[in-house]
């Protein structure tokens, strides 16, 4: 009688152990999945390939206005894409930083948008030392202009940051914009 009330039991735990170790690998497998999905989000722009590899994508959201300096901006969060020309031609492209007029009106952010001449970006190309300027000094939003050789790629790093000034802003400023890569011809 014992071992019978033993065996049952027995195989109520293995049962229970297979099931949740089961549980646990589709689970691991899912999330896993998920976030390298998020990570790695890819843009077509008809010739090129544009590879994002931070969650946020595209998408630059500054939602705290906190004035640092530029060693404390350029330590901040990095948005790293990868563009790839893939095709027997030269293609020139240009990177623009757009708004974000989705996210500004779901933020209902208008009146608190943070002035570009209050912004640093800082834009680093294939691992080379970073070029850090107000944002209102790109002409027409454009802050970066090359042409890619076939079969090749670049890396770009876009750093984004408040500067430290006198002018009295509300913390609560917002900046909400879009990297564009921009085939030309």
């Avoid at 623009?96 to 943070?114: G, H, M």
């Avoid at 970006?121 to 090359?146: F, G, M, Q, W």
Wanted: glycine content about 2%; aromatic content about 12%; proline content about 2%.
């Amino acid at each position: 009688m014992y071992q019978n009330y033993y065996r049952k039991h027995m195989i109520k735990s293995t049962i229970i152990i297979i099931f949740l170790f089961a549980f646990a690998i589709i689970s691991t497998y899912l999330i896993y999945n998920n976030f390298s999905n998020a990570r790695q989000r890819d843009v077509d722009t008809g010739e090129m390939e544009v590879i994002f590899h931070s969650q946020a994508g595209n998408k630059i959201n500054l939602t705290r206005f906190n004035p640092v300096s530029d060693a404390v901006g350029l330590s901040s969060t990095e948005y790293d894409f990868t563009v790839k020309n893939e095709t027997e031609n030269s293609v020139s492209y240009k990177i623009v930083l757009d708004q974000n007029t989705n996210r500004i009106e779901e933020d209902d952010c208008a009146y608190k948008t943070i002035p570009s001449e209050l912004l640093k970006l800082s834009l680093r190309v294939d691992h080379k030392t970073p070029v850090a300027k107000i944002l209102s000094e790109y002409e027409d939003n454009i802050i970066y202009e090359d042409t890619l050789e076939p079969n090749s790629e670049e890396d770009y790093s876009i750093r984004l940051w408040a500067i430290n000034n006198d002018f009295v802003i509300d913390r609560d400023s917002h900046f909400h914009a879009i990297i564009n890569v921009v085939e030309e011809g």
